[in-house]
């Protein structure tokens, strides 16, 4: 049936045998022979001229195969192409491959990211290799098979997705596990997994002892320590300032070239749990994302236990692209350990990970594509998160107005001076070699996102801001906040207990300045949450004393004038930050709001402090936010 097509088959082997490398900016001719061969066959084996075209066109501005474009577009079932496949090599076709055929062992995880061939064994012993045959090589192998009729009783054909399926159910247990200890055993002082080292607690409980003893004999040293504490949370305010100085640059998006060239595989993970009622809105998001169907991998990853979630994705007609991964019932159930198991089989040169309530702009990959080629040194770029709900309350507002301040202010004055930040917990773009290099993500870590940026940063790789948001929405409820914030606050505990089991080599590895911006940001944040109503009380008793005792001495009457600065000084500054980067119209939604952030900090230190008990008592467990569905979004497409 193909014979007539052999002269584009050859045409096409001589320019790939020449070596040529593809030209980064449009289809070289390695690419052009190829899709000439390709059609040929395809018209062969019935496409039309207008399809065909359009899989051209597909293909040239993608840099895909026109097969891939062919599976990508859906109107050919992958089981009866690779059925026809099967009937041109003369070989049995397995629309399914049972894996206890399957040998477990590491090297088959080849075959999530490629799938292409493997080994296994009939139930009666006999060998059998099962394939997933490329359309330009069947000539290659079915010459090999006519030569020898009797290979065909060991060979057999199947799809990449059977293949996949039957690899991921034959190591799943393996590879669950990788993703829950794997960063514990490759780098344990990277780890939360032991919330506090041996050195952690001898040298507590040494630091305590020490300090009741001094304070007991000289109890001046409650002022000294008083006045360490004002400095150090007037340098943290200092750098808001800075922030607040050097503007907003995210609001003046970014452009790049309408035709970034032949474009890369981008893997999409999203960490499902409890979502049932959110999953259509979320697929209809990344279904409006703007790059070729053909090289995207988007996998949605859904605890094993989480039944109801399953069964709405698998209720929803999804394309292609699209696969819903189980995740084994392994570990810790965080999402961090979630995205590890999808790490491992991540087909993309480039990874982004999105929750379900995300509505991420249409051009953000484009963006991150652009700006990945334009820095190669950089191994992540983290979009601003924007909250789309600061109207439907003064929590939310609140929220909304803080995200402001941290995605628009803060994170970007820290990443155009090179200094490490902590990530954001969705919208985070990565080189996924880079990603896998240094661990993935830390599954014991309840704030994996800002764990993971600074270690990006200790590993020597860069992170920056890209300006196309992720829009999301923030919790409405109280007690839904507060058990948010404060596995956010627990987080960053573990992030700081991690970092700081060796200080002097997170000094040797962030160097001087970043050093400082580790403690200013994550050491400050932290202190900042659990000393907030202790710096309230002594404003508060300090104004008390001056109105009903003698006056202060010099020495008193400076620390009450910083703890002043640094109070009233913090929420103005906040504020600012936060109100200055909003959009009119985001401000328009904030309303008063912005004059509760008093009672707002109040409620970060109530989450911190829980977060404390939290630490002690349930350190790995992991509060769900819900989350809603929008209205006039779909639910799911049966």
Same mark, same amino acid.
């Given at each position: 049936?193909?014979?007539?097509?052999?002269?584009?088959?050859?045409?096409?082997?001589?320019?790939?045998?020449?070596?040529?490398?593809?030209?980064?900016?449009?289809?070289?001719?390695?690419?052009?022979?190829?899709?000439?061969?390709?059609?040929?066959?395809?018209?062969?084996?019935?496409?039309?001229?207008? #399809?065909?075209?359009?899989?051209?066109?597909?293909?040239?501005?993608?840099?895909?195969?026109?097969?891939?474009?062919?599976?990508?577009?859906?109107?050919?079932?992958?089981?009866?192409?690779?059925?026809?496949?099967?009937?041109?090599?003369?070989?049995?076709?397995?629309?399914?491959?049972?894996?206890?055929?399957?040998?477990?062992?590491?090297?088959?995880?080849?075959?999530?990211?490629?799938?292409?061939?493997?080994?296994?064994?009939?139930?009666?012993?006999?060998?059998?290799?099962?394939?997933?045959?490329?359309?330009?090589?069947?000539?290659?192998?079915?010459?090999?098979?006519?030569?020898?009729?009797?290979?065909?009783?060991?060979?057999?054909?199947?799809?990449?997705?059977?293949?996949?399926?039957?690899?991921?159910?034959?190591?799943?247990?393996?590879?669950?596990?990788?993703?829950?200890?794997?960063?514990?055993?490759?780098?344990?002082?990277?780890?939360?997994?032991?919330?506090?080292?041996?050195?952690?607690?001898?040298?507590?409980?040494?630091?305590?002892?020490?300090?009741?003893?001094?304070?007991?004999?000289?109890?001046?040293?409650?002022?000294?320590?008083?006045?360490?504490?004002?400095?150090?949370?007037?340098?943290?305010?200092?750098?808001?300032?800075?922030?607040?100085?050097?503007?907003?640059?995210?609001?003046?998006?970014?452009?790049?070239?309408?035709?970034?060239?032949?474009?890369?595989?981008?893997?999409?993970?999203?960490?499902?749990?409890?979502?049932?009622?959110?999953?259509?809105?979320?697929?209809?998001?990344?279904?409006?994302?703007?790059?070729?169907?053909?090289?995207?991998?988007?996998?949605?990853?859904?605890?094993?236990?989480?039944?109801?979630?399953?069964?709405?994705?698998?209720?929803?007609?999804?394309?292609?692209?699209?696969?819903?991964?189980?995740?084994?019932?392994?570990?810790?159930?965080?999402?961090?350990?979630?995205?590890?198991?999808?790490?491992?089989?991540?087909?993309?040169?480039?990874?982004?990970?999105?929750?379900?309530?995300?509505?991420?702009?249409?051009?953000?990959?484009?963006?991150? #594509?652009?700006?990945?080629?334009?820095?190669?040194?950089?191994?992540?770029?983290?979009?601003?998160?924007?909250?789309?709900?600061?109207?439907?309350?003064?929590?939310?507002?609140?929220?909304?107005?803080?995200?402001?301040?941290?995605?628009?202010?803060?994170?970007?004055?820290?990443?155009?001076?090179?200094?490490?930040?902590?990530?954001?917990?969705?919208?985070?773009?990565?080189?996924?070699?880079?990603?896998?290099?240094?661990?993935?993500?830390?599954?014991?870590?309840?704030?994996?996102?800002?764990?993971?940026?600074?270690?990006?940063?200790?590993?020597?790789?860069?992170?920056?801001?890209?300006?196309?948001?992720?829009?999301?929405?923030?919790?409405?409820?109280?007690?839904?906040?507060?058990?948010?914030?404060?596995?956010?606050?627990?987080?960053?505990?573990?992030?700081?207990?991690?970092?700081?089991?060796?200080?002097?080599?997170?000094?040797?590895?962030?160097?001087?300045?970043?050093?400082?911006?580790?403690?200013?940001?994550?050491?400050?944040?932290?202190?900042?949450?659990?000393?907030?109503?202790?710096?309230?009380?002594?404003?508060?008793?300090?104004?008390?004393?001056?109105?009903?005792?003698?006056?202060?001495?010099?020495?008193?009457?400076?620390?009450?004038?910083?703890?002043?600065?640094?109070?009233?000084?913090?929420?103005?500054?906040?504020?600012?930050?936060?109100?200055?980067?909003?959009?009119?119209?985001?401000?328009?939604?904030?309303?008063?709001?912005?004059?509760?952030?008093?009672?707002?900090?109040?409620?970060?230190?109530?989450?911190?402090?829980?977060?404390?008990?939290?630490?002690?008592?349930?350190?790995?467990? #992991?509060?769900?936010?819900?989350?809603?569905?929008?209205?006039?979004?779909?639910?799911?497409?049966?």
């Amino acid at each position: 049936m193909l014979d007539g097509e052999r002269f584009h088959f050859e045409h096409w082997r001589r320019h790939r045998d020449a070596g040529k490398k593809p030209d980064p900016q449009r289809p070289d001719h390695l690419h052009k022979a190829r899709l000439d061969g390709e059609r040929a066959v395809l018209a062969r084996l019935g496409l039309s001229k207008p #399809w065909l075209d359009e899989l051209e066109r597909r293909a040239g501005l993608s840099g895909a195969t026109l097969e891939q474009e062919l599976l990508s577009d859906g109107r050919v079932r992958e089981d009866a192409y690779y059925g026809a496949l099967a009937r041109g090599l003369g070989l049995p076709f397995m629309d399914n491959v049972p894996p206890a055929l399957l040998a477990d062992c590491a090297e088959i995880d080849t075959q999530l990211v490629r799938p292409r061939i493997i080994r296994c064994r009939k139930p009666d012993g006999s060998p059998l290799t099962v394939i997933v045959p490329e359309l330009l090589r069947l000539f290659e192998e079915r010459a090999q098979f006519e030569r020898a009729p009797r290979l065909r009783e060991q060979f057999a054909v199947t799809t990449p997705g059977a293949l996949r399926a039957a690899v991921r159910e034959a190591g799943r247990l393996r590879r669950a596990d990788e993703a829950a200890h794997g960063l514990a055993r490759t780098h344990p002082d990277f780890s939360a997994h032991q919330v506090l080292s041996r050195g952690q607690k001898i040298t507590a409980t040494g630091v305590l002892i020490a300090g009741f003893a001094v304070i007991a004999v000289h109890p001046a040293a409650v002022t000294g320590l008083h006045f360490v504490f004002s400095i150090l949370f007037c340098i943290m305010l200092v750098l808001r300032l800075a922030a607040l100085k050097a503007g907003s640059p995210l609001n003046r998006r970014q452009s790049f070239p309408a035709d970034l060239g032949p474009t890369p595989v981008y893997t999409v993970l999203a960490a499902l749990y409890d979502e049932a009622d959110v999953v259509g809105q979320l697929i209809e998001r990344l279904d409006g994302l703007n790059w070729p169907r053909s090289r995207l991998d988007i996998k949605l990853l859904c605890e094993e236990r989480d039944e109801a979630t399953i069964a709405a994705l698998r209720a929803i007609d999804l394309g292609p692209e699209y696969e819903v991964v189980v995740v084994p019932d392994i570990g810790p159930r965080t999402k961090p350990k979630a995205l590890n198991y999808g790490l491992i089989e991540a087909r993309g040169e480039f990874l982004v990970i999105y929750d379900a309530e995300d509505r991420p702009h249409p051009d953000q990959l484009l963006e991150a #594509w652009h700006h990945f080629r334009a820095a190669p040194e950089t191994a992540c770029f983290q979009s601003p998160l924007v909250i789309g709900n600061g109207g439907a309350g003064a929590l939310p507002a609140l929220f909304a107005l803080e995200y402001s301040a941290l995605f628009r202010r803060l994170l970007p004055f820290l990443a155009a001076r090179g200094l490490p930040l902590p990530l954001g917990g969705t919208s985070n773009h990565f080189r996924t070699d880079v990603l896998k290099s240094v661990g993935g993500w830390d599954p014991y870590n309840v704030t994996e996102d800002a764990d993971l940026g600074m270690r990006l940063h200790r590993a020597g790789h860069g992170t920056e801001m890209l300006t196309r948001p992720t829009v999301e929405d923030a919790p409405t409820r109280p007690r839904v906040w507060i058990n948010q914030r404060s596995r956010w606050q627990k987080g960053w505990m573990q992030t700081w207990l991690a970092h700081m089991r060796d200080p002097l080599r997170l000094y040797r590895d962030l160097g001087f300045r970043g050093f400082l911006a580790f403690h200013l940001v994550v050491t400050g944040q932290l202190l900042s949450a659990l000393a907030h109503p202790l710096t309230l009380l002594l404003v508060a008793s300090s104004i008390a004393h001056m109105l009903t005792s003698e006056p202060y001495s010099p020495l008193q009457q400076a620390l009450f004038a910083i703890d002043l600065a640094n109070l009233f000084g913090s929420y103005t500054v906040f504020t600012l930050m936060g109100w200055g980067a909003m959009p009119r119209e985001e401000r328009r939604r904030l309303g008063t709001a912005r004059f509760f952030v008093p009672v707002y900090w109040l409620m970060m230190s109530w989450a911190a402090w829980k977060a404390l008990r939290e630490l002690r008592d349930r350190p790995f467990f #992991w509060a769900k936010t819900p989350h809603e569905a929008k209205a006039g979004l779909r639910r799911a497409k049966t």
